[in-house]
Nanobody
Framework: QVQLVESGGGLVQAGGSLRLSCAAS????????VGWFRQAPGKEREGVSCISSDDGTTDGITSYEDSVKGRFTISRDNAKNTAYLQMDSLKPEDTAVYYC?????????????????WGKGTLVTVSS
């Protein structure tokens, strides 16, 4: 059974940092595109960042939504079967529930409709 468990969310002041983790079980993370998505109160879920699979052809290519470029960094640790989202210079508008998801296609882009597996999310609240 595939499980994705996000952790690392919490309350932080504007300008602060958090690192979100996405621990996978029942699946080999490196074979999948990993995406981080977020849903702010009253808004639709949106893509934040994606990283391609590590299959020898698309090793760790990343993409970011414009509003987080230069502030967020996506990565993975294949030995730990875990993906991360390092979030720096946080802003109140980053407040949302953050979800990780996997897509079997392996490329560096990801869309909500294409993801195969989802975690339950972790809440990030950024105070001003």
């Amino acid at each position: 059974q595939v499980q994705l468990v996000e952790s690392g969310g919490g309350l932080v002041q504007a300008g602060g940092s958090l690192r979100l983790s996405c621990a996978a079980s029942g699946i080999t993370l490196k074979d999948y595109t990993v995406g981080w998505f977020r849903q702010a109160p009253g808004k639709e879920r949106e893509g934040v960042s994606c990283i391609s699979s590590d299959d020898g052809t698309t090793d760790g290519i990343t993409s970011y939504e414009d509003s987080v470029k230069g502030r967020f960094t996506i990565s993975r640790d294949n030995a730990k079967n875990t993906a991360y989202l390092q979030m720096d210079s946080l802003k109140p508008e980053d407040t949302a529930v953050y979800y990780c998801a996997l897509d079997s296609w392996g490329g560096a882009s990801c869309s909500e409709g294409g993801m195969d597996y989802w975690g339950k999310g972790t809440l990030v609240t950024v105070s001003s």
